[in-house]
């Protein structure tokens, strides 16, 4: 006579299954982890570029001495309503916008939308030596990519990033 068995066939088979479903599902996030890593490693140094860029841009524009070897701008006769004063704000901004575009990057020049550059001139009084600054404010955002994100999360992955300089000292020490 002969017994028969409940079959256990097949149970490997699923087992199997889970396995390589977990195996996908962790290759999925390191493949979509290190785009968004990746491309929010490269926005934030093309934002810190292009801040710096501009804020070199300032310093250069107003260190720059009259015909007796004297400094245009002190700390004394700094204005934030002086022409040239002004004018480096303005060549700031599109030295700003020149770097960002070797890096394929559009900036406008209003922040609020979250992709931009500012360049804002402070002129407190309250004679400490850091009250008469340039600030350089760069926000960048971006929509990333991903190879198996989208399959679970409809929404693109954004990145936002922002860079901060503040140009203190407005003529090299002598």
Do not use: W
Request: proline residues 2%; aromatic residues 6%; contains cysteine.
């Amino acid at each position: 006579m002969r017994v028969e068995k409940s079959s256990e066939n097949g149970q490997m088979v699923l087992l199997l299954m889970l396995i390589l479903l977990v195996l996908l599902a962790l290759t999925a996030l390191a493949v979509d982890g290190g785009m968004v890593y990746s491309n929010r490693s490269f926005l934030q140094s093309a934002a810190d570029s292009v801040s710096l860029a501009a804020a070199d841009k300032i310093t250069r524009e107003l260190n720059v001495k009259n015909s007796s070897g004297n400094y245009l701008f002190t700390y004394e006769n700094f204005s934030c309503s002086n022409s040239q004063v002004q004018t480096a704000v303005s060549q700031a901004i599109a030295e700003a916008r020149l770097r960002a575009s070797a890096s394929n990057i559009l900036l406008d020049g209003d922040i609020s939308d979250g992709h931009g550059v500012e360049v804002i001139c402070n002129e407190n009084s309250n004679g400490n030596g850091q009250d008469k600054t340039i600030d350089v404010i760069v926000k960048m955002v971006s929509v990333t990519d991903t190879a198996f994100a989208h399959l679970v999360y409809r929404s693109p992955i954004k990145l936002q990033v922002e860079s901060f300089v503040r140009v203190f000292r407005l003529q090299p020490p002598e």
